[in-house]
């Protein structure tokens, strides 16, 4: 062998263990991006989901100011402004973290919200709410149960 051929063949060796090297190197490296990805998006997933805890927890103190200072200029209704609001937190607080809440519960969330504003506005307007359509839904409903019942 020749003085040449022996440095090529070094060079080659040096060559191929500088590239399997870096193979491995590029594949650790790969596997820790992995795991900082699904770590990642496992953290942004976490940070969402707190979010929307936390809004769903926060309530907002203007509102409630709000409320409470027309539930005071107006205290001959007091009793039943408290009522309607306490009844909306619990709504809140309680019913809304179902997956799924009845129409009727939803109904009465509105209209426990409509009667606190009727209070803050009273002076100015008057609000009437119709609930006819409600005793159409709770009649449609006990019919459908009563299908259900008798078909099985």
């Known amino acids: 062998m020749t003085e040449l051929s022996i440095i090529l063949l070094v060079i080659t060796g040096v060559a191929a263990i500088v590239i399997i090297w870096l193979y491995l190197l590029m594949k650790r490296h790969l596997k820790v991006r992995r795991q900082l990805e699904s770590r990642f998006v496992e953290m942004e ?3 969402n989901t ?13 509102l409630f100011k709000n409320i409470l200072n027309s539930i005071q200029s107006h205290a001959y209704q007091t009793y039943f402004a408290m009522d309607k609001l306490s009844n909306v937190l619990d709504y809140i607080l309680y019913e809304s973290q179902n997956r799924f809440v009845s129409p009727r519960e939803e109904i009465d969330f509105a209209l426990n919200l409509i009667e606190i504003n009727k209070i803050k506005i009273s002076p100015l307007f008057s609000i009437t709410v119709k609930k006819r359509w409600m005793r159409w839904m709770r009649c449609t409903m006990k019919r459908s149960w009563r299908r259900s019942y008798l078909s099985t």
Request: zero cysteines.
């Open 45 to 47: 997933n976490r940070m």
């Open 50 to 62: 707190l979010q929307l805890q936390t809004l769903e927890a926060r309530l907002n103190p203007h």
